[in-house]
């Protein structure tokens, strides 16, 4: 026990994200930092020229020289680095070019220009060389080169040409693709192990009435849950001191739970995020500095940069890639015209799902702020008003009542969560019927909320949908198409049904949108509610007698399954 201990008393609590979000590229420039190529046999073998050795080896020197030098010697020091980087072959020696390259730039920003200046005096193009070696096998070169990349384009006066911009941009997004399933998939095979030794253990002690140290019979799955949310507990707790967690309570913590096994999840855990997805955080902290451009911003939606944050925040990704990602949202929405398009990508249902199950404040803290920017960027009114009610068909209310209850350090989470809950209410107050529905059609989580069942609301709005060249009703019957939700396909029948039967020329646009069709191909559907709500949309498609409609639709209603929509068949 007093190793854990040792471990979590001896870390100040600011440090211990710090254990998840250290960067293995650093870990690795460190070492190889400490291998310092041997530049004099590289120059005896003629691999580089005398100027490149007597260059290279004056950057190799300590910080104060080594300043010195760049400072009399910069065009030489961009050539030889640059020429290094195409002629040399050996892993490691790249690997060291590029770290002493980043350091340059890390220790300061306007060394940047050395490279654009003598490229641009050249006629040469400065990203070649290092867009190059993303084509290569080796993942800290690859990684290390992207984060040069990432630099160059956006500390310096020149920005990155658009064919070059584009390649890299979707690089970057390849790669997090690639990377967030990687992650998910180590995480489901490690959670299969674990749930198949678990099971194992439990097998092999099931004849011997093993008891838990706890003195609690030792089921697997629920010992397997426990532990999980006990780590959750401890994690939560030395993330957020406004919980009031001191050394003691998590002394206190620590010993109510079995530690061997705490270890086991914890080393089971690194792996599966860290090693076998060791660059995730480095391409995401590249595309953090991108989408900082405003220039940037609009070649990243092109290569359907949005769509690829969105579908990874929607899976399990640690908090570490949370942030990143959702700051890279953040950023994107400084810009009034992709404010506005955001929730297009449904960014608001997935940001408000993350914030309810979030325990960290900086992943609070950002999708805060990403919902402000939504509803203060956005030039157009009616789009803020829309992204507001969006938010609260989210239940984001009652996530903002909860935090209002939680104390903040952090000025920002405050004045943000304010900020939010006034907007919100305001919108509530100001919302048309219309509004209400259009929104939640938009959003696709379709319920049976009281403007579906209101007579009076499709006699005033039937004709609405038709506006924006049919823009609900295409949602409507795309949802037909694709959901899986049961609660959808009906919501969705209903509406249809009754857009139908309100507005005269209904059945033909909805024949047009190809609504019909697959309204039929539910009648076939295994859920009950689904194949009656299906039935009652067709016989609204069919008829042409509504008062006789009326008198069959009152006979159905008394035979509807439990937990339909109450039907009135009065027009």
């Given at each position: 026990m007093t190793d854990v201990q040792d471990i979590m008393s001896s870390l100040p609590d600011d440090k211990i994200d710090m254990i998840a979000a250290t960067s293995v590229l650093q870990q690795q420039a460190g070492d190889?930092?400490?291998?310092?190529?041997?530049?004099?046999?590289?120059?005896?073998?003629?691999?580089?020229?005398?100027?490149?050795?007597?260059?290279?080896?004056?950057?190799?020197?300590?910080?104060?020289?080594?300043?010195?030098?760049?400072?009399?010697?910069?065009?030489?020091c961009a050539k030889t680095l640059l020429n290094m980087l195409s002629h040399v072959s050996k892993d490691?020696?790249?690997?060291?070019?590029?770290?002493?390259?980043?350091?340059?730039?890390?220790?300061?920003?306007?060394?940047?220009?050395?490279?654009?200046?003598?490229?641009?005096?050249?006629?040469?193009?400065?990203?070649?060389?290092?867009?190059?070696?993303?084509?290569?096998?080796?993942?800290?070169?690859?990684?290390?080169?992207?984060?040069?990349?990432?630099?160059?384009?956006?500390?310096?006066?020149?920005?990155?040409?658009?064919?070059?911009?584009?390649?890299?941009?979707?690089?970057?997004?390849?790669?997090?693709?690639?990377?967030?399933?990687?992650?998910?998939?180590?995480?489901?095979?490690?959670?299969?192990?674990?749930?198949?030794?678990?099971?194992?253990?439990?097998?092999?002690?099931?004849?011997?009435?093993?008891?838990?140290?706890?003195?609690?019979?030792?089921?697997?799955?629920?010992?397997?849950?426990?532990?999980?949310?006990?780590?959750?507990?401890?994690?939560?707790?030395?993330?957020?001191?406004?919980?009031?967690?001191?050394?003691?309570?998590?002394?206190?913590?620590?010993?109510?739970i079995d530690y061997f096994y705490i270890l086991t999840i914890l080393i089971d855990l690194i792996p599966v995020c860290f090693k076998n997805n060791e660059y995730i955080q480095s391409v995401a902290r590249c595309l953090q500095m991108m989408l900082r451009v405003d220039e940037y911003r609009f070649a990243f939606v092109t290569v359907d940069g949005i769509s690829t944050l969105i579908s990874i925040l929607s899976s399990r990704v640690n908090f570490q890639v949370q942030y990143q990602l959702v700051f890279c949202l953040w950023v994107l929405t400084f810009n009034p015209l992709l404010a506005e398009k955001m929730n297009k990508f449904n960014v608001i249902p997935i940001l408000a799902d993350i914030l309810s199950d979030c325990a960290k404040e900086k992943v609070t803290r950002i999708i805060l702020a990403v919902f402000r920017n939504l509803i203060e960027k956005p030039e157009d009114s009616q789009v803020a008003k829309e992204h507001c009610i969006a938010m609260v068909q989210c239940k984001v209310m009652k996530q903002l009542t909860i935090l209002e209850q939680r104390r903040f350090d952090d000025e920002d989470i405050t004045g943000d969560v304010e900020f939010l809950t006034e907007k919100l209410q305001n919108s509530v107050q100001d919302l048309s019927s219309f509004d209400e529905y259009a929104t939640e059609v938009k959003s696709a989580r379709l319920e049976w909320s009281p403007v579906h069942k209101s007579a009076k609301f499709w006699r005033e709005n039937a004709q609405r949908l038709n506006e924006k060249q049919y823009e609900l009703l295409r949602i409507l019957v795309h949802l037909l198409e694709t959901s899986k939700d049961p609660l959808v396909l009906s919501v969705a029948s209903y509406d249809i049904g009754?857009?139908?039967?309100?507005?005269?020329?209904?059945?033909?646009?909805?024949?047009?949108?190809?609504?019909?069709?697959?309204?039929?191909?539910?009648?076939?559907?295994?859920?009950?509610?689904?194949?009656?709500?299906?039935?009652?949309?067709?016989?609204?498609?069919?008829?042409?007698?509504?008062?006789?409609?009326?008198?069959?639709?009152?006979?159905?209603?008394?035979?509807a399954p439990q937990g339909s929509a109450p039907i009135s068949g009065k027009a």
């Open positions: 190889i930092r400490q291998n310092k190529p041997n530049w004099y046999s590289y120059m005896q073998s003629q691999m580089i020229s005398q100027e490149d050795y007597a260059c290279v080896s004056s950057l190799d020197k300590d910080k104060k020289a080594q300043a010195q030098y760049l400072q009399e010697n910069a065009s030489q490691q020696t790249i690997q060291y070019i590029l770290v002493l390259i980043d350091d340059l730039l890390q220790e300061d920003r306007g060394r940047v220009q050395i490279f654009h200046d003598y490229a641009t005096k050249k006629k040469e193009s400065v990203w070649a060389p290092f867009l190059n070696l993303l084509n290569r096998q080796d993942g800290f070169i690859v990684n290390m080169a992207s984060r040069v990349v990432g630099k160059l384009a956006c500390w310096g006066q020149e920005q990155m040409p658009k064919s070059d911009l584009h390649f890299y941009l979707q690089w970057l997004k390849d790669q997090l693709t690639v990377a967030a399933q990687k992650l998910l998939h180590e995480m489901e095979e490690a959670e299969k192990k674990r749930l198949a030794e678990a099971a194992a253990s439990h097998h092999g002690h099931h004849g011997h009435g093993h008891q838990s140290h706890h003195g609690e019979a030792h089921h697997p799955n629920s010992h397997h849950h426990q532990i999980a949310e006990r780590y959750r507990e401890i994690s939560s707790a030395i993330d957020d001191p406004q919980r009031g967690s001191s050394k003691e309570d998590l002394h206190s913590i620590f010993v109510t009754e857009y139908v039967r309100h507005y005269p020329r209904g059945k033909h646009v909805i024949e047009q949108l190809g609504g019909k069709q697959l309204v039929m191909q539910l009648l076939a559907h295994e859920d009950p509610n689904v194949r009656y709500e299906a039935l009652l949309a067709v016989q609204k498609l069919m008829v042409h007698n509504w008062e006789y409609l009326g008198k069959q639709l009152e006979k159905e209603n008394e035979k």
